[in-house]
C-alpha cells in the first residue's frame, strides 16, 4: 500500500476514541456517547457515521484526506453485531480505505496491552470480557454476556450494587449504605425517579456504570459498603481473567477505564488470580484499546492480519 495513514477506533460502552498515525503526525478525538442499538444489537448504520465523524475530525493537520487502513474495536463482538461489513461499506469510500479490520474491543485491547505477546488480557469498562489467546490457534473467552446475563465486576455491576446498596439504606434493609443513598439522590434524585430513569433508558448499561465514580467516592471515604462492593469487584475480575488462561503461559494484564480505579481493584484481582493460576505474572499494559486498534490498522496494511471468526474481520480492496 502506498499512502501512510492508519487509523485505530475503540468503541466502547463509555464512548468512542480514535487515534490517527499519518505521515509521522498523529491525531487523536473522543467522544462520550453511548454505543447506538436496536433491539439490543449494536446499530452499525447509526455506528458508521459517529465513527466517520469523530476521524475526519482527529485528521492531522489540513490537507489529509485518505487513509490506507483502518481497524476498529467494538463492544458487543462477538454476539450483538451482525454484518460487520457493514462498517465497510460505509467507510471505504469517505477514507479511501484499502483494509478494514472489524474486532471485538477484547481483541484490540489485548493488542494494545501486551502487542503479539501471547497472554490473558481482561477489558472493563461499562462491561467486562477476557480473552486469553496467542492470535493464533488459541482464542478462550470469559464472560463479555452483558449486564443483565455478567460482566461481573464492571462498571455497570458496580454502579448496579451500589445502587442495592443505596435502596436498602431507604427502605431500612439491612446491608444498606447511607453513604450511597445520599449520593445516590444527588446523582438521580428521588428513589422514584431513578427507578423510571432505569428501566426507561435506552442504554442502561451506561447509566449503571455512571455511578460507578460515586460508589468509588464512597469506598475511598471509607464506607465499608462501598469497598466490599470494589472488593467483589476485584475478586469477580480475578476469577474471570483466571478462567481465559488454559493452553497459554500465565501472562496477565488489563485494559479499560475501570482500572483507573487500580487503588480499589488491583489486589482482590491479582491475589484471586494468583490463587487459582499457579505462576501468574502481570505486566501493567502497553497501551490502550485504541492503541491495539491502531497497531492492527498497520498490520492490515502489511498484511499480516489473520482474520477469525467471530472475534477478528478483515475487509480488503
Do not use: C
Amino acid at each position: 500500500m502506498s499512502r501512510a495513514g492508519f487509523a485505530g477506533v475503540d468503541v466502547g460502552g463509555g464512548g468512542i476514541r480514535v487515534r490517527i498515525e499519518a505521515y509521522g503526525t498523529g491525531g487523536h478525538g473522543e467522544r462520550a456517547v453511548p454505543v447506538p442499538r436496536d433491539k439490543g444489537m449494536v446499530d452499525l448504520h447509526r455506528l458508521a457515521p459517529l465513527i466517520a465523524g469523530i476521524v475526519a475530525d482527529a485528521r492531522p493537520g489540513p490537507g489529509f484526506e485518505r487513509l490506507a487502513a483502518m481497524a476498529i474495536g467494538v463492544t458487543g463482538i462477538p454476539g450483538l453485531v451482525r454484518d460487520p461489513g457493514t462498517l465497510w461499506k460505509a467507510l471505504r469510500e469517505p477514507f479511501g480505505l484499502e483494509a478494514l479490520v472489524v474486532a471485538g474491543d477484547a481483541v484490540t485491547t489485548h493488542v494494545g496491552a501486551l502487542g503479539s505477546r501471547p497472554g490473558v488480557v481482561i477489558a472493563v469498562g461499562t462491561g467486562v470480557i477476557t480473552l486469553g489467546t496467542d492470535l493464533d490457534g488459541v482464542w478462550n473467552q470469559s464472560d463479555g454476556w452483558g449486564h443483565l446475563l455478567g460482566d461481573h465486576g464492571g462498571g455497570a455491576w458496580i454502579g448496579m450494587q451500589g445502587m442495592h446498596a443505596a435502596l436498602r439504606a431507604h427502605d431500612g434493609r439491612a446491608g444498606g449504605s447511607p453513604a450511597l443513598l445520599d449520593r445516590l439522590t444527588a446523582r438521580f434524585g428521588p428513589p422514584l425517579d431513578l427507578v423510571a430513569q432505569v428501566y426507561e433508558s435506552a442504554a442502561a448499561a451506561h447509566l449503571l456504570a455512571s455511578f460507578a465514580p460515586a460508589v468509588g467516592e464512597a469506598a475511598r471515604a471509607g464506607d465499608a459498603v462501598a469497598q466490599g462492593i470494589w472488593t467483589e469487584a476485584g475478586r469477580q475480575l480475578g476469577q474471570t481473567a483466571a478462567a481465559a488462561a488454559s493452553g497459554l503461559e500465565p501472562l496477565f494484564s488489563w485494559g479499560g477505564g475501570l482500572f483507573d480505579a487500580a487503588d480499589l481493584l488491583m489486589e482482590p484481582f491479582q491475589s484471586t488470580v494468583r490463587a487459582l493460576v499457579p505462576g501468574a505474572r502481570f505486566t501493567p499494559p502497553l497501551g490502550t484499546s485504541a492503541d491495539g486498534a491502531l497497531a492492527l490498522a498497520r498490520s492490515a496494511a502489511a498484511g499480516s492480519v489473520r482474520p477469525h471468526d467471530p472475534y477478528l474481520y478483515l475487509f480488503t480492496t
